[in-house]
């Protein structure tokens, strides 16, 4: 059995050493698919009301000139990772880690391009720390992972946090104690509550913006000479013991430290094919099949049953308000799905919303807990199974044990780059889209940041 004694050091030295080794290949195509993913994702949110509210706001307490936040101009260094990190998240279109249910791009490379920037640091040094700061936040969150959830956490800032500050220790070429000690303080701001739920609160798409700033300031502050404790994850009163509970049983030392160096988990994020929660994705999956094996129309369904896991069930809701409250609904994008035979951001905005022959079918709609996904979840992947049963009597159903885009069912490069131009060409246009990608997969985020920031804001009404 492992043991979690000097938790906190080990992981420190392995960012130490791990930083003076080249990414394996598989590794670094896999960091420039995430890259491109996330770059697409952030110019595409850029001009939602809550990317101007956070603008907004760091403009008033974190001006400056140091860093780009792209559609908003040139801020601080905290200011402009918190903008991006805010929009990496913004329209639900960013990747994940399915046994860990979190985001780790929206925060750590907001955090990293804006202290690479500022740092004037090569981007070849910037995705290695990217790749070991997303390594560490998907390894915490996992070994948590439902447990976190369960007490009312939300994985992607409170793991996230920790990854930031693990790849901004990287740019700051700290030493095992002082990265310890940026570990230290960053578990004093990871923070981010799943009662946005209940409201759906638009903060959960400032949570990887917050921790991507965060975890700035956790290194800063090191490096300004202050302490944080240095067995923050392994400690009576640490990280695993306040979000998740007891050793073995709610958490999993293994799942952080096994393999850590040699496998990389990082290579089994998945990438979504649909801008919306991924815990919807396997019943949209199936809804999309059924429709397209049997060119079923609306008005031919009697009745829609998604068996899923538990954690998905809770995803039910029916109000339509706001955007993420159709984001996070099972009923409406599963009715989208059967109604328009795919899922896409137009999908969601206030027209789509009040389409009724998709409200209309969403009555028809119910959501129960399947014990087998259940089971499965999430270790063994996001199960779902859609049964529908037609107005003359006829049952189909599907079930998808792992949605597309999961590892074991990846998206292809050549879709990922299309998923990219939908999301960025309305905003920046062609040129400016073929940029993004092209940047993406040199591995040059930085240098494409300000042609970006100003095809954006060249195109603002």
């Given at each position: 059995m492992t043991s979690s004694s000097g938790l906190t050091r080990k992981i420190a030295a392995w960012i130490v050493e791990q930083q003076q080794e080249p990414l394996p290949t598989a590794l670094d195509h896999h960091v420039r698919r995430l890259l491109l993913d996330h770059l697409?994702?952030?110019?595409?949110?850029?001009p939602g009301e809550v990317s101007a509210a956070v603008a907004r706001h760091a403009h008033r307490l974190y001006p400056g000139t140091a860093a780009t936040a792209i559609g908003h101009g040139r801020l601080s260094v905290p200011g402009a990772a918190m903008i991006n990190g805010t929009n990496g998240h913004g329209i639900e279109s960013d990747e994940g880690y399915t046994p860990g249910s979190m985001h780790p791009t929206s925060v750590v490379f907001p955090a990293v391009f804006a202290v690479a920037q500022d740092r004037e640091l090569p981007a070849e040094r910037a995705l290695v720390a990217a790749a070991i700061g997303m390594e560490l936040a998907c390894r915490l969150a996992a070994a948590g992972h439902p447990a976190t959830r369960h007490r009312h956490f939300h994985n992607t800032p409170i793991a996230g946090v920790f990854g930031a500050a693990a790849a901004v220790s990287v740019l700051y070429e700290l030493d095992v104690e002082h990265v310890a000690n940026a570990l230290g303080i960053a578990g004093s701001h990871a923070s981010g509550l799943f009662e946005f739920l209940s409201s759906s609160a638009e903060v959960k798409r400032f949570h990887p913006g917050k921790a991507a700033r965060d975890g700035i300031a956790a290194v800063d502050l090191v490096d300004s000479g202050l302490t944080g404790p240095t067995t923050v994850f392994e400690g009576t009163d640490g990280y695993f013991a306040a979000y998740a509970g007891v050793e073995g049983e709610d958490w999993h030392v293994e799942t952080v430290l096994e393999g850590l160096g040699e496998t990389w988990v990082l290579t089994r994020t998945y990438v979504k094919p649909y801008p919306?929660?991924?815990?919807?994705?396997?019943?949209?999956?199936?809804?999309?099949?059924?429709?397209?094996?049997?060119?079923?129309?609306?008005?031919?369904?009697?009745?829609?049953?998604?068996?899923?896991?538990?954690?998905?069930?809770?995803?039910?809701?029916?109000?339509?308000?706001t955007l993420l409250d159709a984001q996070l609904s099972l009923p409406f994008t599963v009715a989208t799905a059967l109604v328009r035979g795919a899922v896409g951001l137009t999908d969601f905005e206030p027209a789509a919303r009040t389409d009724s022959t998709v409200l209309a079918l969403m009555d028809k709609i119910s959501v129960h807990l399947d014990p087998e996904?259940?089971?499965?979840?999430?270790?063994?992947?996001?199960?779902?199974?859609?049964?529908?049963?037609?107005?003359?009597?006829?049952?189909?159903?599907?079930?998808?044990?792992?949605?597309?885009?999961?590892?074991?069912?990846?998206?292809?490069?050549?879709?990922?780059?299309?998923?990219a131009r939908r999301l960025a060409e309305p905003v920046v246009g062609a040129a400016a889209a073929t940029k993004l990608i092209a940047a993406a997969w040199d591995g040059d985020a930085l240098a494409v940041l300000d042609v970006l920031d100003h095809a954006v804001r060249a195109t603002a009404p």
């Open positions: 697409a994702g952030v110019v595409a949110s850029t919306c929660c991924r815990h919807l994705h396997g019943a949209i999956d199936a809804a999309l099949a059924i429709r397209s094996d049997n060119a079923l129309t609306p008005d031919e369904i009697e009745s829609v049953a998604v068996g899923t896991f538990a954690i998905a069930t809770r995803h039910a809701g029916r109000a339509l308000a996904a259940d089971a499965a979840y999430p270790r063994s992947g996001r199960p779902a199974e859609v049964t529908i049963t037609t107005t003359d009597g006829r049952v189909f159903a599907q079930r998808v044990q792992h949605p597309y885009g999961e590892p074991s069912n990846p998206m292809h490069d050549a879709d990922l780059e299309a998923k």
